[in-house]
Nanobody
Framework: QAQLAESGGGLVQAGGSLRLSCAAS????????MGWFRQAPGKEREFVAA????????YYADSVKGRFTISRDSAKNTVFLQMNNLQPEETAVYYC?????????????????WGQGTQVTVSS
């Protein structure tokens, strides 16, 4: 069974950095796009970043451009999200997700595999 497992969340001060990891297992994720979403309490799940598994094309939400970097290690079936200059309003549960590459990368409903999420808390 396909599984995605996030790790790397935690507590960080404003302006700090965290690196999230997402390990995929149970099936091949080649030719599938991988994405990161986040959901704060009382808010909808929002797109953060995505990467095409084989092509290395990357996509970012405007709010994180220049501060977050998504990357992947195809040999290890792992996707990373480097987050720099984090702000308190970015406190949320961060989720890893996977989809067929032909779908829209922004909509959460376009993804069919999800991890359990990892909590990121940014203190002011």
């Amino acid at each position: 069974q396909a599984q995605l497992a996030e790790s790397g969340g935690g507590l960080v001060q404003a302006g700090g950095s965290l690196r999230l990891s997402c390990a995929a297992s149970g099936r091949t994720f080649s030719n599938r796009r991988m994405g990161w979403f986040r959901q704060a309490p009382g808010k909808e799940r929002e797109f953060v970043a995505a990467v095409n598994w084989s092509g290395g094309l990357t996509y970012y939400a405007d709010s994180v451009k220049g501060r977050f970097t998504i990357s992947r290690d195809s040999a290890k079936n792992t996707v990373f999200l480097q987050m720099n200059n984090l702000q308190p309003e970015e406190t949320a549960v961060y989720y890893c997700a996977s989809q067929d590459s032909g779908r829209s990368y922004i909509g959460a409903l376009e993804y069919d595999y999800w991890g359990q999420g990892t909590q990121v808390t940014v203190s002011s």
